[in-house]
């Protein structure tokens, strides 16, 4: 269980008029900051492929229901979540695909 | 005149143009990434020829093999493996159909198949690689004239 001092700023964090978007998850409104970061994908073959890793963080609380298949919808786009990595400090990293 | 191999490699791209999966996203010795908008897509290389002279007598024959690569890329967020698959197949049917590259080769055959999948980046993507060998030959000093 994470401090209070370390939860107490998530808020402030996930604010959505600095870093962060509204997102809809599993019915509820909640705050993530979505990260898109190019990837080119070694596939294996002679040329790599353009993408992309979405991934967002998310206060753990809000996405206490997540797991794998589960969906998030950030921006108009509808995520499927592919992993999920709680820093056990009060932040979760949601890996999704579209 | 071209390289037989040239002729070849171009040969094989334009038979495996227009197909029902990839359409004309087929590329010749690509080495730029792929963008989204190119997949599904084909990739055709030569990569590599195995020659040896004719006979002991007449040294200027050569019999070669010359690896043709065809790689079929997908992205999709499910039945991936299925649309590998179908690429496989249309390729195979498309290169069987002229096995000897509209006279420049004695023969071709598919000689290995693999199938790569990776779940990074924003869908899944596949990949699958053909090796076809094609047979041909010419005359040392002539290169560019199938014989």
Do not use: W
């Amino acid at each position: 269980m994470a401090g209070a001092f370390l939860t107490d700023d998530l808020t402030d964090l996930f604010q959505t008029d600095d870093f962060a978007s509204a997102a809809t998850f599993s019915g509820s409104t909640i705050n993530v900051i979505l990260d898109r970061e190019y990837l080119g994908v070694d596939v294996g073959g002679e040329v790599e492929v353009e993408s992309s890793s979405p991934a967002c963080f998310v206060a753990t609380s809000d996405v206490a229901a997540a797991v794998h298949g589960s969906t998030i919808a950030i921006g108009g786009v509808t995520y499927t979540v592919i992993g999920r990595e709680d820093d056990n400090t009060g932040v979760t990293m949601l890996r999704l695909r579209t | 005149m071209s390289h037989v191999r040239q002729q070849i490699r171009e040969r094989i791209a334009t038979n495996v143009t227009g197909l029902t999966s990839t359409a004309s996203r087929v590329f010749q010795s690509r080495v730029y990434n792929l963008q989204a908008t190119e997949l599904p897509g084909l990739l055709v290389y030569t990569t590599s020829e195995q020659s040896e002279r004719d006979t002991f007598i007449s040294t200027n024959g050569l019999n070669r093999v010359v690896d043709v690569v065809v790689e079929g890329y997908a992205k999709a967020s499910s039945n991936l493996d299925d649309s590998l698959d179908t690429i496989s197949a249309e390729v195979e049917a498309a290169l069987a159909a002229d096995p000897t590259c509209n006279a420049l080769s004695k023969d071709l055959a598919l000689a290995s198949t693999e199938i790569e999948y990776t779940g990074e980046g924003d869908q899944p993507i596949g990949l699958v690689r053909m090796t076809f060998n094609v047979i041909y030959r010419t005359t040392a000093t002539a290169p560019t004239s199938a014989i």
